[in-house]
C-alpha cells in the first residue's frame, strides 16, 4: 500500500514568520521585510506587508511604524524576478497596500518611516518612497532599474519622485537607473537623515518616538490632509481642508485630546492622550 496522499501545504505557509516580523516598541510597530539575499518582493509577501501596515492601521495602541530590511546589504531589491519567471504577473494580487503592503494603501491614517539599511532598488525604492520619513544607512544606495530591463517604476517611482525632487534629477535617476548615495538625497531632502550603519535603528526608533509624542489624531489629521489636498495650489488646498469630508481633522478641536493637550501645557505636564 502507498499510504495516504501528502498533503501539498501551500508554498506560503509560514512566510511571514521568515520573511516579514512585527515588533512593538511603545506606540511604534517596527516591520522588518527579511527574505534573504535580496529582500525582495514576490505577491505573497506582499500581502504580508500589507497585513502588517493593517495592524498599524487598526491598533489604537499605535502611533506610527517603522519599515526596514533585514541584514545590512539590502533594504529591499523590489520585485521579485524569481518569481516573474516562474509566472508571477506584475498585475497578480498584491492584497491590501498594492506593491509591498505600502505604495498604494491610500487609507493609512498613521506616518511610517522607512529605515534604510541598505540598497533600495526599483519596488524597494518605491517603498521608501511610500513612507513619510526616510532615515538611512550612509551605506544605503538607491535606484530607479527598471527602465534598464525593459519595465517602469509604475509602483509609485515614476510618479512621486519628480514631485519630490528637482524634475531633471528625479528624470534622470529613472531614466537611466542611476545607483544615488543617501548623502545626495539628503542633500535635496528626500532623506531626513543619514546615519553610520550600526545607528540607523536608533536614529529610526528616536524618530519615531518624537512622533509618538505628539497626538495621535493630529497625526492622522496631518495625514488626512496631505493626501486630500497633494498636487493642489494653496487656495484650493485650503478649500478643501475647510470644506471637504476630512473626518479625523473635523473632529480634532473638539475631540480630548485636544482638551487634554490644552490642559497639560497649561499645568506643565506631558499630556495622557487616548487617540479620541
Not at 543619514?194 to 512622533?211: F, G, S, Y
Not at 485630546?257 to 487617540?275: F, H, V, Y
Request: proline share 5%.
Amino acid at each position: 500500500m502507498s499510504g495516504p496522499p501528502k498533503i501539498q501545504r501551500p508554498r506560503t505557509q509560514n512566510v511571514k514568520a521568515q520573511s516579514v516580523k512585527t515588533r512593538r516598541s511603545g506606540r511604534s510597530l517596527e516591520i522588518t521585510l527579511d527574505r534573504p539575499k535580496a529582500n525582495a518582493i514576490d505577491a505573497a509577501t506582499s500581502k504580508l506587508l500589507g497585513a502588517a501596515f493593517e495592524e498599524l492601521q487598526n491598533d489604537d495602541g499605535l502611533s506610527v511604524g517603522i519599515v526596514t530590511g533585514g541584514g545590512e546589504r539590502f533594504f529591499c531589491a523590489g520585485w521579485d524576478l524569481k518569481a516573474a519567471a516562474e509566472g508571477e504577473a506584475p498585475d497578480a494580487d498584491q492584497g491590501i497596500g498594492g506593491f509591498a503592503g505600502l505604495t498604494e494603501y491610500w487609507d493609512l491614517k498613521k506616518p511610517v518611516i522607512a529605515a534604510v539599511n541598505g540598497m533600495a532598488l526599483g519596488g524597494g525604492f518605491e517603498l521608501a518612497l511610500a513612507a513619510d520619513m526616510i532615515v538611512a544607512s550612509d551605506t544605503a544606495e538607491f535606484a530607479l532599474t527598471e527602465a534598464t530591463i525593459g519595465l517602469v517604476a509604475d509602483a509609485g517611482g515614476v510618479i512621486r519622485l519628480p514631485r519630490r525632487l528637482p524634475r531633471a534629477i528625479a528624470m534622470e535617476m529613472i531614466m537611466t537607473g542611476r545607483r544615488v548615495p543617501a548623502s545626495e538625497l539628503a542633500h535635496w531632502g528626500l532623506v531626513n537623515e543619514v546615519v553610520p550603519q550600526e545607528n540607523l535603528m536608533a536614529a529610526a526608533r528616536a524618530l519615531a518616538r518624537r512622533v509618538a509624542l505628539c497626538a495621535p489624531l493630529s497625526l492622522q489629521a496631518i495625514k488626512e490632509i496631505d493626501r486630500a489636498t497633494e498636487g493642489l495650489n494653496e487656495r484650493e488646498a485650503y478649500r478643501i481642508m475647510r470644506e471637504a469630508d476630512l473626518p479625523v481633522y473635523n473632529g480634532v478641536y473638539d475631540s480630548e485630546d485636544a482638551a487634554e493637550g490644552i490642559a497639560a501645557l497649561s499645568q506643565k505636564r506631558s499630556p495622557l492622550w487616548k487617540g479620541r
